[in-house]
């Protein structure tokens, strides 16, 4: 399935309640999204303004290219989906999450980035929250506010690795800019963190959990980091 728009002012999908989901991906066909606009309602409570969930397996070669996905509950639902690709887009105030990273099917797999996009993340949200699938990039993009920035907390069953954390500015989380949560998951390996610039948040880089084995092979180098809002702690590990 493809879609392509006439750009954001005039190509506009909205959603007509904060409950509903937007574009309901249920096949498990290559899909690209580009040039258009996804508007959902301010304060949702429920629902995503794009979903990719066969019930299944995981949808494969997703493709969302230039698209303005405005409010809702999550912005970007990767719900049971690999080898995808988010560039170049705008996501601007979902009550919860922007991208939400997550493979039901398979928790191992992955493969998949997010690049060139600007996050602007509501007071109680966060930009992208990880839960399973291996193998994220996260390059070059914008995350100004929200509670997190982004989150890794694995699911039961997921044991995955190969994050790549590179060339962000991460700018007035109220919590963490970069964060690890255990959870049920055993571990993540082959982890990178670099160039990126941290700005006016309470805590850089927290990884919380001291279990034995949850993080390894892990390099944090490059960063800059500017004077937290609330305390002096550029980096806690």
């Known amino acids: 399935m493809t879609m392509l728009g006439a750009g954001h002012s005039k ?3 909205k959603l007509a309640s904060g409950t509903i989901d937007g574009i309901d991906v ?3 066909s290559p899909v690209q999204l580009e040039n258009f606009r996804v508007k959902g309602v301010s304060g949702a409570t429920a629902g995503s303004l794009i979903k990719v969930a066969p019930s299944s397996v995981d949808a494969a070669y997703e493709s969302f290219r230039d698209l303005s996905v405005e409010n809702g509950f999550i912005a970007i639902n990767m719900n049971n989906a690999i080898l ?11 009550a919860s999450i922007g991208v939400l990273v997550q493979s039901l099917s398979n928790p191992d797999a992955g493969d998949s980035s997010i690049s060139n996009t600007i996050f602007r993340i509501s007071s109680t949200g966060s930009a992208i929250w990880q839960t399973s699938s291996g193998g994220l990039r996260v390059e070059n993009n914008k995350i100004l506010g929200g509670q997190h920035g982004y989150m890794l907390a694995l699911n039961a069953g997921a044991s995955t690795s190969n ?3 590179v060339g962000n500015s991460f700018e007035e989380q109220s919590m963490d800019s970069i964060a690890g949560i255990k959870g049920s998951g055993p571990g993540f390996s082959n982890i990178a963190i670099s160039g990126n610039t941290f700005a006016l948040t309470k805590n850089n880089i927290n ?3 001291q279990a034995q084995g949850y993080l390894s092979v892990l390099s944090i180098n490059g960063n800059c980091y500017r ?3 609330h305390q002096r702690e550029d980096m806690r590990q």
């Open 11 to 13: 190509s506009i999908i």
């Open 26 to 28: 249920t096949s498990l």
């Open 84 to 94: 995808w690709s988010i560039d170049r887009c705008v996501i601007d105030s979902p």
């Open 163 to 165: 994050l790549i954390i």
């Open 207 to 209: 990884f919380n959990d």
């Open 227 to 229: 004077a937290a809002l």
